[in-house]
RNA sequence: GCGCCCGUAGCUCAGCUGGAUAGAGUGCCGGACUACGAAUCCGUAGGUCGCAGGUUCGAAUCCUGCCGGGCGCGCCA
């Protein structure tokens, strides 16, 4: 309808042209609206004042001439007027949108799919946490931003692949299998020393314990040296698959997961070090290895390879991407908490030196998560081993609510989760607010069956019964799904569902409240609403959908 | 000191690729269930959009400077 909107208004700024009442054929884009206020209509355009310039004609006096050679074949247009320094404001027949509700039941779930990324191969990488203990909240956080983002990016035309990092190398797995060396000691009733760099959760005494069992205790009574790495490939593959476990709990999974250890088994990492020596992009200095990344916007130069002769993390990222180029993505998107921020001038610069355009790699950097309980702060301490885990959340509050509070916020605004408000069940936990909307639908279609309304099998031709202004309006709300999908996929911002879905679901709960949509004496309005309702159940599930939340019959 | 994010109603936040009278929830006050689920709805009240300049026909939105809060600035990850 917008577009046809369009295509009627260019006409006729076509045929002012023609006629020489435009001098200039320098239309701007026809740029429609929606005003913020009904009583300026139900689209609105600025163009007039856009062309001022270009036609030298005041901007009223084009907004007359646009609207007198109006055209509209398709009779969608109730009435015009020109507003205010030059807006055109177009009101919509009422019956003009009825065609949203066949759409909306014709492409069913598929409803407010676009082709915005025209096939673009896009790889997404989330959570990505150390394997070294439980995933928290702001993983949780993280995961709910990836996944839906996924999942809207996908329904946006993109070519979608959602990527794992397991950061199974470097130091931090030797401080875990020391970690879990020294607690198997302390079960054969050694006495040790466990320092604080170790990690103190009881998850590790468990691993430990668990490791004792299947390997005997003569892998506790080796040396130190020969028993590290046993102990951190058992324990980073039993906690990888924890978190495997807790992000499928939790709704999110992945099509691949990437091991950073891989990258340095294949020699992928020494070989990129060798290259990128020869174009002279890694330079030696005080016995460590820089990268030039100052040459590409960073601050200043990048150790990788340090002088005791250990990669950073930062090398195996400079392959790990220049990897994922090489897999045949065209573009490159990372999940990272806001910490790492300064991170990515670095990252970029390692995108553009292995080749490829800076922009072709981005980061949603996701602000951090303050965990309350009832409003009052709740201790968060990784070093004590004392963390309200990822799993503890979404056993207590509920996968549907945790991931719809995640994204109830932009990503890039700190987001303050109470424990106590999500497990409510009323308008402070917006979740059930929108679930609401879905089950009560289900249930007054539970209603008609068993009055036995003669509705069945209906696809109304004559929808005319749908004629107050709340039914116009809840029309209007589902017409501007599609277009809220397009924002969130070409913008990456979940929470534009999220809010669509609220003010839509209050746009029924207020229909809901005001009209009866079953009636025995009026079949014909009966069967008009039933058809509206099931489209308003439809789009509510398909944006659930894309937020990972799900859509009950009943609560 | 430098960098990134944030600053909008008492509180929590939308709106930010410039549009008309700045929105929602919550909280306060007052209403609506003998018909489809009251986990709902309706109404009243509540604002120097942090401050000051600039660009523009038009700024919460863009630019600059300041103020306040958070997070970073390692041969850690």
């Known amino acids: 309808m917008k577009n ?7 006409a006729a700024a076509m045929v002012d042209h023609e006629k020489g009442i435009f001098p200039s054929s320098d239309f701007c884009e026809v740029v429609l609206e929606e005003p913020k206020a009904d009583s300026h209509g139900d689209w609105s355009t600025n163009m007039a004042m856009q062309m001022a310039k270009a036609q030298r004609m ?5 907004a007359e001439t646009l609207i007198g050679h109006l055209d509209d074949k398709k009779g969608i247009i109730d009435r015009t007027e020109i507003a205010g320094p030059g807006f055109i404001n177009f009101f919509i027949r009422p019956s003009a949108w009825y065609p949203v509700l066949a759409a909306i039941h014709e492409q069913d779930d598929q409803y407010g799919r676009c082709d ?4 673009t191969r896009i790889q997404i990488e989330f959570v990505s946490s150390n394997p070294t203990g439980p995933l928290h909240v ?6 709910a931003v990836g996944d839906s983002t996924a999942n809207i990016l996908s329904f946006c035309g993109f070519d979608v692949q959602k990527e794992y990092y397991i950061n199974d190398s470097g130091r931090q797995i030797q401080t875990l299998g020391m970690s879990v060396y020294l607690r198997g000691k302390e079960l054969l009733g050694e006495t040790v020393a466990f320092p604080d760099t170790c990690y103190q959760g009881d998850y590790i005494r468990d691993l430990a314990g668990e490791l004792l069992e299947r390997e005997g205790r003569e892998l506790f009574e080796k040396s130190e040296a020969e028993a590290i790495m046993p102990c951190a490939r058992y324990a980073a593959q039993k906690i990888t698959e924890g978190m495997r476990a807790d992000l499928v709990d939790f709704g999110v999974t992945f099509d691949q997961w990437f091991s950073e250890q891989s990258l340095y088994d294949s020699g992928r990492v020494a070989g990129d070090i060798r290259d990128f020596k020869e174009k002279g992009l890694i330079y030696e200095k005080d016995g460590a290895l820089w990268f030039k990344t100052s040459d590409y916007g960073d601050e200043k130069d990048r150790v990788v390879v340090r002088q005791n002769g250990q990669t950073t993390y930062f090398a195996s990222d400079i392959t790990y991407h220049k990897e994922k180029f090489e897999r045949g993505f065209q573009k490159v998107i990372d999940v990272w908490g806001a910490d790492h921020h300064g991170y990515i001038p670095r990252m970029k610069a390692a995108v553009e030196a292995s080749g490829y ?7 949603l950097l996701v602000q951090l998560v303050n965990l309350l309980r009832a409003g009052q702060p709740v201790a968060m301490s990784t070093r004590a081993g004392e963390f309200v885990t990822l799993a503890d959340v979404v056993k207590e509050v509920g996968r549907d609510a945790a991931r719809f509070i995640f994204l109830t916020r932009h990503y890039e605004s700190s987001l303050d989760f109470d424990l106590e408000l999500a497990k409510q069940k009323t308008n402070d936990n917006p979740v059930y607010y929108v679930q609401y909307v879905h089950a009560r639908i289900s249930s007054i279609h539970r209603k008609s069956e068993s009055d036995r309304l003669d509705v069945s099998g209906f696809a109304p031709s004559d929808l005319s019964a749908l004629e107050t202004p709340e039914d116009i309006a809840l029309i209007k709300a589902l017409a501007r799904y599609p ?3 397009g924002t969130a996929g070409a913008l990456m911002e979940p929470h534009r569902i999220t809010y669509y ?11 809901y409240n005001r009209h009866r949509v079953l009636s025995e004496d009026d079949l014909k309005l009966t069967r008009a609403r039933l058809y509206l309702i099931a ?3 439809k789009v509510i599930r398909n944006g659930l959908a894309l937020l990972g939340v799900s859509a009950p019959d009943a609560m």
């Open 138 to 143: 702001g993983h949780g956080r993280g995961g």
């Open 357 to 363: 355009d800076r922009d072709q790699f981005d980061v």
């Open 4 to 10: 046809a909107l369009k295509e009627t208004i260019l």
């Open 483 to 485: 277009e809220t999908v």
């Open 58 to 62: 005041s901007p009223r006096k084009i």
């Open 501 to 511: 879905l609220m003010t839509l679901a209050a746009a029924f709960h207020t229909y």
């Open 535 to 537: 489209a308003v159940q």
């Open 116 to 119: 915005l990324g025209k096939g």
